[in-house]
């Protein structure tokens, strides 16, 4: 069984289009995340949410929408796709705390044309 | 601002060579952990080091924290073509919500 599992895996779609990423996790984690990775591999933290409470919203545009609808949910919704929105996206969990490990799912591959 | 910074950025070996990758900050951090991550998958991670000073091996890779948990290493001993591909250093800070701060990663590339 797959711990991190996210939804689409590939996605292309013009600039414009809004979109869904869907990711659950089934490893009981209170915590759960969302990355985004871009061209230069640098991987920085979005969103996270602990029992979907969003405790962090890093300087991310009000385009992109968490939403949690359980703890073991967390879908990620982008509003007017832009070019510099291709990127690949990760959806991660851990139990609350320093050192905890992450998780991560696969990732999603967003390409806006 | 970047609070990780990863050295090399990009590494490129031959198998049986040995090699290092730094990780520097000038934040403390309560712990760092590494984490490997192969084309099209998702970071694993590979340890956490808690106290200043910890080394941690695991096989032929040893992982050490510095003394004041301002920055990392890794040394990997006769490296071999599985081991290539990106590792990556994270921390968390106290404000961050537990949330880890990643540094940029090294790419490593092991040829036979």
């Known amino acids: 069984d797959t711990a991190v599992s996210q939804t689409p895996k590939y996605l292309v779609t013009q600039m414009g289009n809004d979109k869904s990423i869907k990711c659950e996790q089934n490893?009981?984690?209170?915590?759960m995340y969302w990355y985004k990775q871009d061209s230069k591999k640098f991987l920085k933290i979005m969103f996270s949410y602990n029992n979907k409470e969003l405790i962090i919203n890093e300087t991310v545009p009000n385009r992109f929408s968490p939403k949690s609808p359980d703890k073991a949910h967390l879908n990620l919704h982008i509003n007017s796709l832009e070019l510099g929105d291709s990127a690949v996206y990760f959806c991660?969990?851990?139990?609350?705390?320093?050192?905890?490990?992450?998780?991560f799912g696969e990732g999603s591959w967003l390409t806006v044309v | 601002t970047q609070l990780l910074e990863q050295s090399p950025q990009f590494l490129s070996i031959q198998e049986g060579e040995n090699l290092t990758v730094y990780c520097n900050s000038s934040s403390v951090f309560s712990s760092l952990q590494w984490y490997r991550q192969e084309p099209g998958e998702g970071p694993v991670l590979l340890v956490t080091?808690?106290?200043?000073?910890e080394v941690k091996k695991l096989k032929r890779l040893t992982f050490q924290f510095g003394d004041a948990r301002k920055d990392s290493s890794l040394h990997i001993t006769a490296a071999q073509p599985g081991d290539t591909g990106l590792y990556l250093c994270a921390g968390a800070q106290p404000n961050s919500g537990y949330a880890l701060n990643f540094g940029k990663g090294t790419s490593l590339l092991v040829t036979p």
């Open positions: 490893l009981g984690h209170d915590t």
């Open positions: 080091v808690v106290t200043g000073g």
């Open positions: 991660a969990s851990s139990q609350l705390g320093y050192g905890n490990t992450i998780y």
